[in-house]
């Protein structure tokens, strides 16, 4: 793929794409297509009105500097905690206080109900918390025996 564009942070930090035709778009936002089945594949670059101004297959055509741009914002922006261990809940009727432990520590949040734990396909969950926090169980067949017990009493 041929890339007709630049991109770099203007002073105030916000990304700013510079087209083929020298016009500069600021405020640009990194969009994934499936941020869950697959990150890494298929990512718009858009306006700060929504419009798309770049499609990207992979984030891997991108030149190292401004792929590194792209990830920044990317993780700025996207905050998914992926649960390792659910290491207890307050009650097992909902509202319910879960403690668990992400791939960026500790952490606790309210489940409302059930209906919150939403099934992505296989194994993959997605639980919402009442601040509308995702955390994101990749594959809950690799959770241990009392994580697994504990999510089963609510699915």
Do not use: C, Y
């Amino acid at each position: 793929m041929q890339i007709d564009f630049t991109l770099s942070r203007n002073a105030f930090g916000r990304l700013v794409l510079t087209d083929a035709e020298g016009v500069a778009h600021e405020g640009v936002a990194p969009v994934r297509a499936f941020p869950i089945a697959a990150p890494g594949e298929g990512l718009a670059l858009v306006s700060t009105e929504g419009r798309e101004l770049v499609w990207l297959d992979s984030l891997d055509v991108l030149p190292p500097d401004m792929r590194t741009l792209v990830h920044d914002e990317l993780a700025a922006r996207e905050f998914m905690p992926e649960v390792l261990r659910i290491k207890g809940v307050s009650t097992f009727a909902t509202p319910s206080t879960w403690t668990v432990e992400t791939h960026r520590g500790e952490a606790s949040f309210v489940l409302r109900g059930e209906e919150d734990i939403r099934r992505l396909g296989g194994q993959t969950l997605l639980i919402t918390d009442n601040h509308g926090i995702h955390f994101l169980i990749r594959d809950s067949g690799t959770l241990d025996k009392a994580s697994r017990k504990i999510l089963d009493r609510f699915l």
